[in-house]
């Protein structure tokens, strides 16, 4: 099981930096009552009876690691929805790619905690594969209201690179700093 | 603080490029790469990775040293795992590594040059190398 509800997401950007996508869309929307993501890739994408598969955590394709009979990340996804009266939903088609979008309802005594969200799109970045990266992300509550979108071709422009530890000492102050109150912005 | 823009996170990158800054050759820098796997992101994978930031930033070295992620090392008993590869020195898969191990890995491996012996794994699993 995956600690936070950050963690869980990570692990589905992960399966979609893997799948041979060109660009990974995520949003994360935040409020003090629900935490929900959507994840799409534009990889290679799953056949019906594949993406059934999936949900099975005593399956995976094979080609990553032949011989092992697991594959945990989608069934964590499912499980983590179930235990907290959560919801998820997987669209894919093969060619096209695939979106995997979940909900938590934050109230509920078994969901896990959000857990670290500017780190959580750092550790989206650093997943090698996709070209460009589109990660958006929203909060709406008592600690005030942000929205921000951050894109991977321009902070490897602007950082020239995603590679160094310096860069990413950067990348986590800027990140941070997008998770300010849009008004306190708007005011100085 | 405010919300920083993307001219001012050029300017602060430009500001911190000193001369220190010197980046080697491709296949000559030390490199630090955090498995990011199911299995390493559910052991702490992040938390692990978040200390090597902080503790080569204090040591000077984040200008010097690449930090990446790779999937699944095959050595799910032991995340989170961590390759170091330092030029001149055996590559070595690091297992169990927290935070504070994290930071014992910078001190005594990436500066003081010696390798923490109860803690090396070798190598990738034989599947994962091997393909069978």
């Known amino acids: 099981m995956h600690f936070s509800l950050c963690d869980l997401a ?3 950007a992960q399966n979609a930096a893997e799948s041979g996508a060109s660009v990974l869309e995520a949003d994360i929307a935040e409020t003090d009552t629900e935490f929900r993501f959507a994840i799409a890739d534009d990889g290679k994408g799953m056949t019906e009876s594949q993406l059934e598969r999936a949900k099975d955590p005593f399956h995976t394709d ?3 690691h032949p011989g092992r009979k697991v594959g945990l990340g989608v069934p964590f996804l499912i499980q983590t929805a179930a235990q907290s009266g959560g919801g998820w939903d997987i669209r894919s088609r093969p060619g096209i790619g695939t979106t995997v979008e979940a909900s938590f309802d934050l109230g509920n005594i078994d969901a896990p905690p959000v857990g670290d969200v500017p780190g959580l799109l750092r550790t989206i970045l650093l997943f090698e594969g996709p070209a460009e990266m589109v990660l958006r992300r929203s909060y709406n509550g008592t600690r005030g209201r942000t929205a921000y979108e951050v894109r991977k071709t321009e ?3 602007a950082l020239g690179g995603l590679e160094y530890a310096g860069d990413l000492v950067l990348l986590d102050t800027y990140l ?3 998770e300010e109150d849009d008004e306190e912005t708007d005011e100085t | 603080m ?3 823009t993307l001219e001012e996170l050029r300017k602060l990158r430009d500001s911190k490029k000193t001369d220190l800054r010197k980046r080697e050759a491709d296949g000559k ?3 630090v790469i955090v498995g990011m796997g199911t299995c390493g992101i559910a052991a702490g994978a992040k938390a692990s990775l978040d200390a090597f930031l902080t503790a080569l930033d204090e040591k000077k070295l984040a200008d010097g040293v690449l930090v990446r992620q790779t999937g699944c090392m095959g050595l799910c008993h032991s995340e989170p795992t961590v390759e170091v590869v330092v030029p001149g020195m055996p590559t070595v898969i690091y297992g169990k590594v927290d935070a504070a191990i994290a930071r014992e890995i910078v001190e005594k491996h990436l500066i003081g040059r010696s ?3 109860n803690l090396i794994l070798d190598r990738p699993a034989a599947d994962i190398i ?3």
């Open chain 2, 115 to 117: 390798l923490l012996e």
């Open chain 1, 155 to 157: 902070l490897v422009e």
């Open chain 2, 130 to 132: 091997g393909g069978n």
């Open chain 1, 176 to 178: 941070r700093s997008l």
């Open chain 2, 29 to 31: 820098e030390i490199q």
């Open chain 1, 10 to 12: 990570a692990d589905i």
């Open chain 1, 62 to 64: 094979g080609k990553k």
């Open chain 2, 2 to 4: 405010a919300k920083m």
